[in-house]
């Protein structure tokens, strides 16, 4: 896999009954980021670095993924948005998530983390329960695919 790297980051959210949201519901397209990134490997671990920027907010997100293979995905957030979210099959992790609008501490309960990795590309795909303040929020899923840059 090369340094330079393009990441795909998408989301999709239903509430907790189960019922994808309809129209004009919030949570009813899927939220996809797409950015150029930098990719490396450590100690068995696969890292990806990205920018984000917010629309209508000053500032960038610092963004870091870091992955071990179906076992555990971190996604670390520094900058308007602070967090760092750990997804662990079977484990619930609490974390504090700081925006520009307030902190909240969300429960993060991951069902299932599926990787593949190609020559040329990285796929994970994590499947969590999110709750907010304790209170459950939404079942999530999370699509995550890294391709090498043509060199």
Same mark, same amino acid.
């Given at each position: 896999?090369?340094?330079?790297?393009?990441?795909?980051?998408?989301? $999709?959210? @239903?509430?907790?009954?189960?019922?994808?949201? @309809?129209?004009?519901?919030?949570?009813?397209?899927?939220?996809?980021?797409?950015?150029?990134?930098?990719?490396?490997?450590?100690?068995?671990?696969?890292?990806?670095?990205?920018?984000? $920027?917010?629309?209508?907010?000053?500032?960038?997100?610092?963004?870091?993924?870091?992955? $071990?293979?179906?076992?555990?995905?971190?996604?670390?957030?520094?900058?308007?948005?602070?967090?760092?979210?750990?997804?662990?099959?079977?484990?619930?992790?609490? &974390? @504090?998530?700081? &925006?520009?609008?307030?902190?909240?501490?969300?429960?993060?309960?991951?069902?299932?983390?599926?990787?593949?990795? @190609?020559?040329?590309?990285? &796929?994970?795909?994590?499947?969590?329960? $999110?709750?907010?303040?304790?209170?459950?929020?939404?079942?999530?899923?999370?699509?995550?695919?890294? &391709?090498?840059?043509?060199?």
């Amino acid at each position: 896999m090369t340094k330079d790297v393009l990441l795909s980051i998408s989301g $999709l959210h @239903q509430d907790v009954t189960g019922i994808e949201a @309809q129209g004009d519901e919030p949570g009813s397209e899927p939220i996809e980021v797409i950015a150029p990134a930098s990719y490396y490997e450590k100690n068995g671990k696969r890292y990806v670095i990205y920018d984000e $920027l917010v629309e209508g907010i000053p500032g960038t997100i610092k963004n870091k993924v870091r992955i $071990l293979d179906d076992q555990k995905v971190e996604i670390i957030k520094s900058g308007i948005t602070n967090t760092h979210m750990v997804f662990e099959k079977d484990k619930i992790n609490m &974390t @504090q998530y700081e &925006t520009p609008y307030g902190e909240m501490m969300i429960g993060v309960f991951t069902k299932d983390i599926q990787f593949e990795e @190609q020559d040329e590309k990285i &796929t994970v795909h994590v499947n969590y329960a $999110l709750d907010i303040n304790g209170d459950p929020v939404a079942d999530c899923n999370i699509d995550i695919k890294i &391709t090498a840059l043509e060199r």
